[in-house]
């Protein structure tokens, strides 16, 4: 046993608080069948929640994206395990030199690591450097890829015209892409028509 008359202020300072965290610790034990007697919840929670989160994609040093949520939902226990972002999400997608070259929003996303896919739904919008603009309602982004898919109704507008199609594969800067099941007329400038 330690006496505090043998014991100068200096040591007292850091040996009190240390006794003090010691006690609280080994004090502090709860029965799991206790707490679910009182909170009559048997199911575990393997959720992690927050609010306003931001979640930077970085590879070799480098950051490729930039994620925020009004609502981050993570489950690490769901088969296969995901991710979600709830009440609107944003990404800004970044080239190597740190310049952000596209921008997504939505009102929803689920990204599945194993697989590096993120699902996105819901007025989803890309736009890019240049100002053209993709509107769709669902999206996949496969971030190992880089690149954009959706099957669903796309509208692209760009400054002179506006393309639609029934499917898209594009980069996700968004500077190409493919359009599947075209509708529409395109402007061609006679310089870029084939001889």
Not at 63 to 76: C, L, P, Q
Request: charged fraction near 25%.
């Amino acid at each position: 046993m330690i006496s505090l008359k043998s014991i100068d202020i200096h040591t007292a300072r850091v040996v009190v608080p240390v006794m003090l965290f010691l006690f609280s610790i080994t004090g502090c034990k709860n029965d799991p069948k206790e707490v679910m007697a009182l909170t009559g919840n048997s199911t575990t929670i393997t959720q992690d929640r927050g609010e306003d989160v931001t979640i930077i994609y970085s590879e070799r040093g480098k950051v490729k994206a930039r994620f925020f949520s009004h609502e981050y939902i993570g489950n690490d226990e769901a088969k296969p395990p995901y991710m979600e972002g709830r009440k609107g999400i944003k990404v800004e997608f970044f080239n190597d030199s740190g310049v952000i070259q596209s921008v997504l929003t939505a009102k929803y996303a689920r990204y599945y690591e194993q697989q590096n896919n993120v699902l996105v739904r819901d007025s989803v919008m890309v736009k890019n450097i240049k100002g053209e603009r993709l509107n769709t309602q669902e999206l996949v982004w496969n971030q190992k890829a880089e690149k954009f898919f959706t099957e669903k109704p796309v509208t692209i507008t760009t400054a002179t015209q506006q393309i639609f199609g029934d499917g898209m594969e594009a980069n996700q800067d968004f500077s190409t892409y493919r359009i599947t099941n075209f509708k529409g007329t395109i402007d061609v400038k006679k310089s870029e028509m084939p001889q």
